[in-house]
């Protein structure tokens, strides 16, 4: 890079926020979580304010220089570069939380807040509250970034996706200007309500990828921690047989948090990930889904576990007592389900090196069965161990169907792999009606995008009034992928 734009950058932020150098860029890149294509950047930028961020979009902006936000870089290559000759804005020094409101029940924060620090902050100040932080991410994932990507967090089967969670936005724009949406846009008012009296434009920065601005401070719900909790689970021989009765116990409306997923999936976190993959050990169900639920009481909850083994004695007549069971928990793994954040995802890493990829869809829950089975024989097609994970958001309104890939991220062979089961899952379960939860620069958003009905267009209007020149996160989204 230029040196006179590294001098000007070192004016912005200080000399000591400022690095070309190859150790610390290269050391962002990661090919793998949600995107396995990542560049190193050609400078790490390290604002610590508003003013701060303002003035390198600014500079950016003036030289046509692409700029890749980055708050805690824990989705993994979709926080990094996707081309040579980009800054990087390492958010991670501005960490306030600005504000907790325990009435109208919000939390402030800014990019580089934790998920461990604000739940350790609200343990210590409000222990009646927690807030939304992803359920298995690693604790260096921030409140921020999963909002902004419309993470699962430990209470997104009642409340939703964490993005339906954000209250009001700061955003910097490409072109400099600071702008504030929902209530907040109003000096006077307090950040309390998503909309203005018009059109909601929170929504607009949201699973944007870092294509239209950079947001300086986000508003989200904080909620209440029930004081009785438990888990209970059912188990299943086949897919078929777990879709209907979780859905008639997910449309009561009383479980915080439904997931589970096939037997691979649990052999895998017992650090078992092979091929050909491993037989299902006697003590596990072909699939499985865990209910965590909450109360005020200990009859209110235990009056919710009678009406979801009434709805399991009701599917047992139907499909007998083998294919769908209750699922006994022992009290360890209760406890560990019940530990937020929970260690779950810990021993992915212990796999083949290290390499991860979520390939992650939302579909209808009633499908999901049929998603399932389809992920689990593209995988074995690759050769991969057909893990998959499968979660509730807003009720069972829509399934979370995620096939996990274990990869060594040393081997060029593996990623052709990994790429060619990914573009043909992709083709497939678009065909089938799903929709990928954060799409991958090359393969999900091309796909999907061509397909949309007006959408993609309007998103490319918007694109352009926003960041006319391009500046922001290019190649994310299929926007911009012929430059600025
Ligand atoms: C083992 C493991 C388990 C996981 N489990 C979960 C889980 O249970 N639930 C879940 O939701 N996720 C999970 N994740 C994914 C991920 O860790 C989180 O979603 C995480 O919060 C997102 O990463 P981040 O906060 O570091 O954001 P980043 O990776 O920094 O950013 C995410 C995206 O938003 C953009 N962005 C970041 N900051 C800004 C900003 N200030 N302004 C504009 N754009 C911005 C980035 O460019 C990027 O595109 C898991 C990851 C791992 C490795």
């Given at each position: 890079m230029d040196n006179a734009i590294v001098k000007a950058l070192a004016d912005i932020v200080g000399a000591e926020n400022v690095s070309a150098a190859k150790p610390i860029t290269e050391a962002y890149v990661t090919?793998?979580?949600?995107?396995?294509?990542?560049?190193?950047?050609?400078?790490?930028?390290?604002?610590?304010?508003?003013?701060?961020?303002?003035?390198?979009?600014?500079?950016?902006?003036?030289?046509?220089?692409?700029?890749?936000?980055?708050?805690?870089?824990?989705?993994?290559?979709?926080a990094t570069p996707m081309r040579d000759g980009e800054i990087l804005l390492d958010l991670r020094r501005m960490n306030q939380i600005i504000e907790v409101n325990p009435d109208a029940r919000y939390m402030i924060v800014e990019p580089g807040v934790t998920s461990a620090q604000a739940w350790r902050y609200m343990q210590t100040n409000y222990p009646k509250y927690r807030a939304g932080v992803p359920d298995g991410a690693p604790p260096s994932a921030t409140v921020m970034g999963d909002h902004l990507d419309r993470g699962f967090h430990f209470f997104s089967t009642r409340?939703?996706?964490?993005?339906?969670?954000?209250?009001?936005?700061?955003?910097?724009?490409?072109?400099?200007e600071v702008v504030r949406t929902g209530s907040c846009a109003l000096p006077t008012a307090k950040w309390f309500y998503k909309w203005m009296f018009g059109p909601d434009l929170t929504g607009v920065f949201l699973g944007a990828q870092g294509t239209l601005g950079v947001v300086t401070k986000m508003a989200v719900k904080i909620y209440p921690m029930p004081k009785f909790r438990d888990v209970v689970a059912f188990g299943a021989s086949d897919w078929e047989y777990l879709v209907e009765p979780c859905l008639d116990v997910l449309k009561m409306e009383f479980v915080d948090l439904a997931q589970g997923g096939n037997h691979y999936l649990?052999?895998?976190?017992?650090?078992?990930?092979?091929?050909?993959?491993?037989?299902?050990?006697?003590?596990?169900?072909?699939?499985?889904?865990?209910?965590?639920?909450?109360?005020?009481?200990?009859?209110?909850?235990?009056?919710?576990?009678?009406?979801?083994?009434?709805?399991?004695?009701?599917?047992?007549?139907?499909?007998?007592?083998?294919?769908?069971?209750?699922?006994?928990?022992?009290?360890?793994?209760?406890?560990?389900?019940?530990?937020?954040?929970?260690?779950?995802?810990?021993?992915?890493?212990?796999?083949?090196?290290?390499?991860?990829?979520?390939?992650?869809?939302?579909?209808?829950?009633?499908?999901?069965?049929?998603?399932?089975?389809?992920?689990?024989?593209?995988?074995?097609?690759?050769?991969?161990?057909?893990?998959?994970?499968?979660?509730?958001?807003?009720?069972?309104?829509?399934?979370?169907?995620?096939?996990?890939?274990?990869?060594?991220?040393?081997?060029?062979?593996?990623?052709?792999?990994?790429?060619?089961?990914?573009?043909?899952?992709?083709?497939?379960?678009?065909?089938?009606?799903?929709?990928?939860?954060?799409?991958?620069?090359?393969?999900?958003?091309?796909?999907?995008?061509?397909?949309?009905?007006?959408?993609?267009?309007?998103?490319?209007?918007?694109?352009?009034?926003?960041?006319?020149?391009?500046?922001?996160?290019?190649?994310?989204?299929?926007?911009?992928?012929?430059?600025?």
């Open positions: 090919r793998g979580i949600m995107e396995v294509k990542s560049n190193a950047p050609a400078i790490v930028v390290r604002p610590k304010s508003v003013e701060e961020v303002r003035a390198v979009l600014l500079l950016a902006n003036e030289k046509r220089i692409p700029v890749v936000p980055h708050s805690g870089g824990l989705s993994g290559g979709e409340y939703g996706p964490a993005a339906d969670a954000v209250l009001g936005l700061e955003v910097v724009l490409p072109t400099g649990a052999t895998c976190r017992r650090a078992r990930y092979t091929w050909p993959p491993p037989q299902k050990p006697p003590f596990l169900p072909t699939v499985w889904m865990n209910f965590e639920l909450g109360a005020e009481t200990q009859e209110e909850l235990n009056a919710i576990k009678n009406r979801i083994f009434q709805t399991l004695q009701k599917y047992q007549k139907d499909y007998g007592e083998k294919n769908i069971f209750e699922w006994k928990l022992d009290a360890r793994n209760i406890g560990a389900r019940l530990t937020k954040p929970n260690r779950i995802s810990v021993p992915y890493a212990g796999h083949k090196g290290g390499g991860l990829l979520f390939i992650t869809w939302y579909v209808p829950w009633k499908d999901s069965a049929k998603f399932g089975k389809e992920a689990e024989k593209l995988m074995e097609k690759y050769k991969f161990s057909p893990v998959v994970w499968l979660a509730a958001v807003d009720h069972g309104r829509q399934g979370l169907i995620m096939p996990i890939v274990l990869f060594d991220p040393k081997s060029n062979d593996e990623f052709d792999k990994v790429n060619a089961l990914d573009a043909e899952m992709t083709d497939k379960f678009l065909e089938m009606g799903g929709i990928p939860y954060r799409p991958n620069a090359d393969i999900h958003a091309p796909k999907t995008m061509k397909q949309t009905v007006g959408y993609f267009e309007l998103l490319q209007r918007l694109k352009k009034t926003l960041d006319p020149n391009g500046i922001m996160h290019p190649g994310r989204l299929a926007l911009l992928t012929e430059g600025c």
